[in-house]
């Protein structure tokens, strides 16, 4: 309890109680790389999964949800980088290695095999999903260890359409968000065109002066997967990356084939996009196209560490979880680096309802009436809104106002006695005394 008083009696908190309360304070505290999303980033997830969803929607998508917790097994070898820093792992009380979701293409894919979907479901099977994943990440701006995703697979088309598709559908959205974005595109070939590959590459790193200059992590990836060494953003490795041989050179006609559809689509649907032959993803199960969705700041620079999502074509995948061949491509945004560049550039999303109705009232028994009403015109499908708890007129107009409503309702103790209603025009401020048995008709007049 603290011990002191200030004159006007307000208790004073000593230096201990301040420190008890800061002590307090920090252990409550969210965890580090984990994010609350409150006020307007929320308006705008909603507005973003909203419309995602709708998208996904129109184009044949079906939602789905698949758990957090996973098989650890699943995850493990698909990370170019050190999997065991990137998986948050648990052994559960049977002994049995499990892992919070690093990403939910793999159970989606798993859902498919284990549910049958192939045999019930019509091909090519479109599926999407929304939710948290987890990443045992180095912290730094933009990089959480838990963020959101929403990912778009199609799985059993092996047409460079499904590609375009969804870089048509982000690309599109961005438009749409106001946000400026240039596509990268790449193609990795199939296993036999990149083991060629990486053989010349790897011969390309371990020339003279070249393996000195990587950085200590890429210096032990080499061995593993040097197509890992393109990615990196260490400005040392990212000059040497400049001038390593390119995979396109590499692909064979078929993937070659692919690869020039998919840009004539691009071209057609006017897609701004780069062809970044060091594109080569964090993850490793990808062949053909590749492809990720990098912003533009103000200044007019690709920011490349910030990419908004990403995916491609990863037929292979499939086979190693599900035993069968099914030709599949999908992508994943991070919806917390999206609020974040709608957030720096000050978009909020979220969509005013239209047509906004509040619902004001000033007295005990007119609180009981307002509730009434308020039922009667939501059963009606008006948009209605209301603060109950609120008794001030001025904070309830001002709320009405922020809400951008287009009519204030308004219930005293006058109004209660002789059922009327006040209906105040939020643009014009003009008030007119309603009956309360005229108020529906007398609304959809006026809002229609
Ligand atoms: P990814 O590139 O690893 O792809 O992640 C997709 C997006 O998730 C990234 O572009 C980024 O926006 C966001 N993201 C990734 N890591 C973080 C992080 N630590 N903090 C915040 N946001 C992050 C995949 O996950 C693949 N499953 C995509 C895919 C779907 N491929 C085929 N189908």
Not at 257 to 267: A, G, P, R
Request: charged share 30%.
């Amino acid at each position: 309890m603290p011990k002191t008083m200030k004159k006007n009696n307000e208790p004073q908190l000593s230096k201990k109680d301040v420190g008890l309360r800061s002590r307090a304070l920090k252990d409550v505290s969210r965890a580090l790389g984990t994010k609350d999303l409150l006020g307007d980033d929320f308006s705008n997830l909603e507005a973003v999964k909203m419309s995602l969803i709708d998208f996904f929607k129109r184009y044949g998508f079906t939602e789905m949800e698949t758990p957090i917790l996973e098989k650890a097994e699943m995850f493990k070898n698909n990370f170019r980088r050190d999997a065991s820093k990137e998986l948050y792992e648990i052994t559960s009380d049977k002994g049995e290695k499990l892992a919070l979701r690093s990403e939910l293409t793999q159970g989606i894919i798993r859902a498919f095999f284990e549910h049958d979907l192939i045999n019930s479901m019509p091909q090519p099977t479109r599926l999407f999903s929304v939710g948290p994943v987890f990443r045992q990440e180095k912290l730094q701006s933009s990089r959480y260890r838990q963020f959101t995703q929403i990912n778009a697979e199609i799985l059993g088309e092996n047409k460079a359409v499904a590609e375009a598709l969804l870089i048509y559908t982000m690309f599109s959205l961005c438009k749409e968000w106001g946000l400026d974005i240039e596509v990268q595109i790449n193609s990795l070939g199939k296993s036999e065109c990149q083991k060629e590959y990486k053989t010349r590459l790897n011969a390309y790193y371990k020339e003279r002066g070249n393996r000195a200059k990587l950085c200590n992590e890429c210096k032990k990836l080499l061995a593993k997967d040097p197509l890992a060494l393109l990615d990196c953003t260490e400005k040392e490795c990212m000059g040497l990356a400049e001038g390593a041989p390119q995979i396109v050179d590499f692909l064979d006609e078929e993937s070659r084939d692919h690869f020039s559809k998919l840009v004539e689509y691009l071209d057609e649907l006017e897609v701004k996009y780069n062809f970044n032959p060091r594109l080569v993803r964090g993850l490793n199960y990808y062949n053909d196209a590749v492809f990720e969705f990098w912003p533009i700041a103000d200044n007019g620079q690709v920011q490349y560490k910030y990419a908004l999502g990403g995916g491609g074509r990863y037929d292979k995948l499939i086979e190693k979880i599900g035993g069968q061949d099914v030709p599949a491509v999908g992508m994943a945004l991070g919806m917390e680096r999206i609020l974040y560049k709608l957030k720096d550039k000050g978009l909020i999303l979220f969509p005013q309802p239209e047509n906004l109705i509040f619902l004001a009232q000033l007295s005990e028994q007119a609180k009981l009436k307002s509730m009434q009403i308020f039922e009667d015109l939501r059963r009606e499908g008006f948009n209605i809104r209301n603060s109950f708890a609120a008794n001030s007129l001025k904070k309830q107009l001002e709320e009405a106002k922020q809400l951008q409503a287009r009519v204030c309702l308004i219930l005293g103790k006058k109004e209660l006695s002789d059922d009327t209603i006040l209906l105040r025009d939020m643009d014009s401020g003009v008030q007119e005394i309603v009956p309360q048995k005229k108020l529906i008709k007398d609304l959809q007049k006026k809002l229609n």
